[in-house]
C-alpha cells in the first residue's frame, strides 16, 4: 500500500504539466485547451527513493463550461477520498479565482493534508504572487513551475513527510485485526458501538453513512484488537455517488489488512448476491470469517436452521464459520463474538504434522477410492501442510488432471471433519510426480542460472540510477 497524493483544481492551471513532470514522463497530455484531461491518471514514481503513486484529475469546473464536467467533478472527487496527500494546483499569473476558494473549501472538509502549489512562477520577482493564494485557508503553500522544475522537491517532501508522520502509529504485533463488513445499513456502526460501549462511529438509519474506514484500537479479556469499521459494499447498480465506489473499494482493503471478518448480515433480507460477494472475496484472500445475523431480535416465525440453509447452499465456506443471531442495537449475544474471533484467529496457526495428515489420506481412500478417468485412476502420494495463517495443503499425485471436483471436495469436506478450522478457508493445492528426466532438466537450468547470476554480480555496476 503505497501513499497516494492526488493533484487537484480548476481546468487549465498545469496539473498534468506538474503530473509529467514529477514522473519524470511525459504521461498526460498537456494542452492550452481546458478540459483535456477528464479521468484520473495513475502512475507510480518516486522522491529520492520513496516511491508513492500519484494521480492526475481533469478540471474541477463548477461553471460547467466544458464538456463532461460533472463527470470529471466525480472522478477528481474519487482522487481526493482515495488520497493520502492532495496538492491543490493554482495559477500564479491568474490569482485567486473564486472557483480555487470552493476548492479549498471543498478539500478543507475532507481533512486529509492539504498543500496548494502555486503554478507559473517562471520568472525572477514571480514570488510575490504567491501571497494572495494563503486566503484559502490552508498553511502549507508552495510556488512552483511545473515547467522549470521550480521548488517541486521542497512540496514533495512536505507532503511525504506528513505521511510518514501518520503512519508512525504502528499496531502491536500481538493485536488481532478485525474487520466489520457487509452490505450498507447492516447495523456495522451499531455493533462497532455496542462493542466499544461508546459513540465512536456516526450512526445513522441512512445507508451509507460510513464513507472511510475507521480503524479503532480496542483491548477485550487482555487481547488486542484492531477494529475496522468499514463502509458498505452497495450493488453496482446503485453506486450513484462516486464515494460510493470508493467505499467498496476501502471496504476491499479492510479485508486485506485484516485477519478475521465479521459479516453482518440483515435478518430481514436474508443472504443477498452481495453478501454471497462478500463472503467469496474474504475466501479468496484468505481472511477467516464470524457470521453475524443482525435484527434477530425482530423476526418473527423463522427457525435460525432455515436462515443458515440458504447461507449453506449459495457460499459453503460459511458453514464452517461460527454463526451468531444478534441484535446490535440491544446487544444480545454480542459477547459471544470476541471468543469466536480468538478461536477463529487460533484456527489460522494449526499445522498439523505429515504422519496424520497421511493417516487421514489413508482413511479416505479406503473409504472411497478416486473415480477411473479415461481408463487412468488418480493415485495419492501423500499429503504435508506448507504454511499457516492461512492454512495452506499441498497433495502430491501421479497426475493432477486426474482429480476431479468432486473427489477434490470429498477431501476438503472430510478433512474438516477430522481437525479443527472453524471460520478459516482452507488452501488446497496439487502437485505432480515428476519424472526423472524433467528434475534432471530443473536441476541443469538451475545451476546455470546462479553461474548467470554470479557473472551478472561481478559485471553489475557499483550504482544504479533505478
Avoid at 284 to 291: D, F, I, N, P, T
Avoid at 412 to 420: D, G, H, T
Wanted: net charge neutral; with cysteine.
Amino acid at each position: 500500500m503505497l501513499p497516494k497524493i492526488a493533484l487537484v483544481g480548476r481546468p487549465n492551471v498545469g496539473k498534468s504539466a506538474l503530473f509529467n513532470r514529477i514522473c519524470q514522463k511525459r504521461i498526460s497530455i498537456v494542452d492550452e485547451q481546458e478540459g483535456i484531461t477528464r479521468d484520473r491518471l495513475y502512475a507510480k514514481t518516486d522522491f529520492f527513493g520513496k516511491p508513492f503513486i500519484l494521480i492526475d484529475t481533469g478540471g474541477i469546473d463548477f461553471s460547467e463550461t466544458i464538456p463532461f464536467a460533472e463527470l470529471v467533478k466525480r472522478q477528481a472527487e474519487v482522487a481526493i477520498e482515495e488520497a493520502d496527500v492532495v496538492i491543490l494546483v493554482v495559477d500564479g499569473q491568474v490569482g485567486v479565482n473564486v472557483y480555487d476558494d470552493l476548492i479549498a473549501k471543498r478539500l478543507v472538509r475532507s481533512k486529509k493534508k492539504i498543500l496548494v502549489a502555486v503554478n507559473k512562477i517562471d520568472r525572477h520577482g514571480d514570488d510575490e504572487k504567491i501571497h494572495p493564494f494563503y486566503s484559502l485557508g490552508i498553511q502549507d503553500v508552495f510556488g512552483i513551475s511545473a515547467l522549470q522544475g521550480y521548488h517541486i522537491a521542497e512540496m514533495l517532501e512536505v507532503a511525504l513527510s506528513s505521511i510518514e508522520e501518520k503512519e508512525e502509529e504502528l499496531v502491536p504485533e500481538d493485536t488481532i485485526r478485525v474487520a466489520i463488513v457487509g452490505r450498507p445499513n447492516v447495523g456495522k456502526s451499531t455493533l462497532l458501538n455496542t462493542l466499544l460501549d461508546e459513540e465512536r462511529s456516526i450512526v445513522s438509519p441512512i445507508a451509507g453513512t460510513t464513507r472511510d474506514a475507521i480503524d479503532i484500537l480496542f483491548e477485550s479479556g487482555g487481547q488486542k484488537y484492531l477494529l475496522i469499521d468499514t463502509a458498505g459494499i452497495r450493488r453496482k447498480k446503485a453506486e450513484k455517488e462516486v464515494v460510493d465506489k470508493f467505499a467498496a473499494i476501502r471496504t476491499e482493503e479492510a479485508i486485506e489488512r485484516c485477519d478475521v471478518c465479521l459479516l453482518i448480515l440483515d435478518s430481514f433480507e436474508g443472504f443477498t448476491t452481495q453478501e454471497r460477494r462478500i463472503a467469496a472475496e474474504i475466501e479468496a484472500r484468505g481472511k477467516s470469517c464470524v457470521l453475524l445475523f443482525n435484527k434477530w431480535d425482530m423476526m418473527e416465525n423463522l427457525r435460525m436452521e432455515h436462515a443458515m440453509r440458504g447461507v449453506r447452499e449459495l457460499a459453503p465456506f460459511l458453514a464452517h464459520c461460527p454463526t451468531f443471531f444478534i441484535s446490535a442495537l440491544r446487544g444480545r449475544n454480542v459477547d459471544k463474538i470476541f471468543p469466536a474471533v480468538l478461536d477463529v484467529f487460533a484456527a489460522r496457526h494449526v499445522r498439523i504434522g505429515t504422519g496424520a495428515l497421511n493417516k487421514f489420506i489413508e482413511h479416505c481412500l479406503q473409504k472411497y477410492h478416486p473415480p477411473l478417468m479415461t481408463g487412468k485412476r488418480l493415485r495419492i502420494y501423500y499429503l504435508t501442510q506448507v504454511s499457516i495463517n492461512p492454512p495452506r495443503f499441498v497433495l502430491f499425485v501421479n497426475k493432477p488432471d486426474l482429480m476431479t471436483d468432486t473427489y477434490r471436495k470429498y477431501l476438503v469436506n472430510q478433512l474438516r471433519k477430522e481437525f479443527p478450522f472453524p471460520g478459516c478457508p482452507l488452501t488446497f493445492e496439487l502437485r505432480g510426480k515428476e519424472t526423472s528426466s524433467s528434475h534432471a532438466a530443473k536441476k541443469e537450468a538451475s545451476v546455470k542460472s546462479e553461474e548467470n547470476s554470479d557473472q551478472e554480480e561481478l559485471s553489475a555496476p557499483l550504482w544504479s540510477g533505478e
